[in-house]
C-alpha cells in the first residue's frame, strides 16, 4: 500500500497558495505542508498571514513562507516570484485561491452592481489567475512537472442574480482552466479546478452565520460542507495520482448538483 500512498506525498515540492492564510486557503496551506510541500502562503491581509505563516512554520520548519501578494498587481506577483527563486529555485504547484467573495455587498436588486466592482471581481478572479500563472511559468518549467489548481465554484454552473458578477467570474475560470491546460500540457504542467459548494468557512461564516445549511436539502450528503471536504481533492490534483488529468473542473459539492 505504501506505493499508492506515496501517489499523494508531495516531499520535495514547492506549492504557492493564494488566499492562502485564512478562510478556505488555510486549509489548503495545511494540507499541502501536511503531504509534505514547502508553501507559500501568499496574502493581501498582512495580520492573517503572519499568524498563519507563523503557526504553519512551527509545525513545518523550514518549509513555510509567508509573503505578501496582491494579486491583481503584476509587481507584487513578480516580488513573490523572486522570493520563491531566491528561496527554493523552484515552483511546481500553484493554487488560485484568492478571490473576492466575501467582501461583496449582497444586493436587493441584480441590478445594481457598480461598474468598478464589476470590473475589480473580474480582475481578482480571473485576470489574476492567468498574470500570475505567466508570472510563475519561468520557475514552473525548469522542471517537467507542475500543477495549476484553478478553484472556481459551484456558481459557475448554477448561476446567481444576487451575484451576478461573482458568477461571471466563476464560469470564466472553468473556461481559463481548459484553455490554460491546452496551452500547458506539452510542458508537463497539468490545469484543473475544483468548484465547492457552499462551504461554511470561517470568512464565510462570520458574515453569514447560517452558511451552507440552505444547501443541506438539495444536497444527496445532508449535511454543511466545511473546508477539510475539499482538501482530498485538492492533494489528489496536486499530486503525481492526476498524473492524466487535466483541463477539468471537478464539483465538491455533496451531490447540490451533479456535473
Given at each position: 500500500?505504501?506505493?499508492?500512498?506515496?501517489?499523494?506525498?508531495?516531499?520535495?515540492?514547492?506549492?504557492?497558495?493564494?488566499?492562502?492564510?485564512?478562510?478556505i486557503g488555510m486549509f489548503y496551506s495545511q494540507a499541502l505542508a501536511e503531504a509534505g510541500a514547502s508553501v507559500v502562503v501568499a496574502d493581501i491581509d498582512p495580520a492573517s498571514l503572519v499568524q498563519t505563516s507563523e503557526r504553519l512554520s512551527k509545525e513545518h520548519d523550514g518549509r513555510i513562507l509567508g509573503t505578501d501578494l496582491d494579486v491583481s498587481s503584476r509587481e507584487s506577483i513578480r516580488a513573490m516570484v523572486r522570493q520563491i527563486d531566491q528561496r527554493w529555485g523552484r515552483l511546481d504547484i500553484l493554487v488560485h485561491n484568492a478571490a473576492l467573495f466575501t467582501a461583496l455587498p449582497r444586493r436587493e436588486s441584480p441590478w445594481e452592481i457598480p461598474d468598478e466592482e464589476f470590473d475589480r471581481v473580474m480582475a481578482v478572479n480571473v485576470r489574476a489567475i492567468y498574470r500570475c500563472t505567466l508570472e510563475c511559468l519561468p520557475l514552473m518549467q525548469r522542471h517537467t512537472w507542475g500543477r495549476v489548481i484553478n478553484i472556481a465554484s459551484g456558481l459557475a454552473f448554477k448561476g446567481s442574480p444576487g451575484l451576478?458578477?461573482?458568477?461571471?467570474?466563476?464560469?470564466?475560470?472553468?473556461?481559463?482552466?481548459?484553455?490554460?491546460?491546452?496551452?500547458?500540457?506539452?510542458?508537463?504542467?497539468?490545469?484543473?479546478?475544483?468548484?465547492?459548494?457552499?462551504?461554511?468557512?470561517?470568512?464565510?461564516l462570520a458574515v453569514q452565520p447560517d452558511a451552507g445549511v440552505g444547501a443541506m436539502q438539495r444536497r444527496s450528503i445532508k449535511?454543511?460542507?466545511?473546508?477539510?471536504?475539499?482538501?482530498?481533492?485538492?492533494?489528489?490534483?496536486?499530486?503525481?495520482?492526476?498524473?492524466?488529468?487535466?483541463?477539468?473542473?471537478?464539483?465538491?459539492?455533496?451531490?447540490?448538483?451533479?456535473?
Amino acid at each position: 500500500m505504501s506505493g499508492a500512498l506515496d501517489l499523494f506525498r508531495l516531499d520535495g515540492k514547492v506549492a504557492v497558495v493564494t488566499g492562502g492564510s485564512k478562510g478556505i486557503g488555510m486549509f489548503y496551506s495545511q494540507a499541502l505542508a501536511e503531504a509534505g510541500a514547502s508553501v507559500v502562503v501568499a496574502d493581501i491581509d498582512p495580520a492573517s498571514l503572519v499568524q498563519t505563516s507563523e503557526r504553519l512554520s512551527k509545525e513545518h520548519d523550514g518549509r513555510i513562507l509567508g509573503t505578501d501578494l496582491d494579486v491583481s498587481s503584476r509587481e507584487s506577483i513578480r516580488a513573490m516570484v523572486r522570493q520563491i527563486d531566491q528561496r527554493w529555485g523552484r515552483l511546481d504547484i500553484l493554487v488560485h485561491n484568492a478571490a473576492l467573495f466575501t467582501a461583496l455587498p449582497r444586493r436587493e436588486s441584480p441590478w445594481e452592481i457598480p461598474d468598478e466592482e464589476f470590473d475589480r471581481v473580474m480582475a481578482v478572479n480571473v485576470r489574476a489567475i492567468y498574470r500570475c500563472t505567466l508570472e510563475c511559468l519561468p520557475l514552473m518549467q525548469r522542471h517537467t512537472w507542475g500543477r495549476v489548481i484553478n478553484i472556481a465554484s459551484g456558481l459557475a454552473f448554477k448561476g446567481s442574480p444576487g451575484l451576478m458578477h461573482y458568477a461571471a467570474s466563476k464560469g470564466a475560470v472553468v473556461n481559463l482552466t481548459r484553455s490554460m491546460a491546452q496551452a500547458l500540457g506539452h510542458m508537463g504542467i497539468t490545469v484543473n479546478a475544483i468548484a465547492p459548494g457552499g462551504t461554511a468557512s470561517p470568512t464565510l461564516l462570520a458574515v453569514q452565520p447560517d452558511a451552507g445549511v440552505g444547501a443541506m436539502q438539495r444536497r444527496s450528503i445532508k449535511r454543511v460542507e466545511v473546508p477539510e471536504d475539499l482538501v482530498g481533492t485538492l492533494l489528489y490534483l496536486a499530486s503525481p495520482a492526476s498524473e492524466f488529468l487535466t483541463g477539468q473542473t471537478i464539483a465538491v459539492n455533496g451531490g447540490d448538483y451533479l456535473h
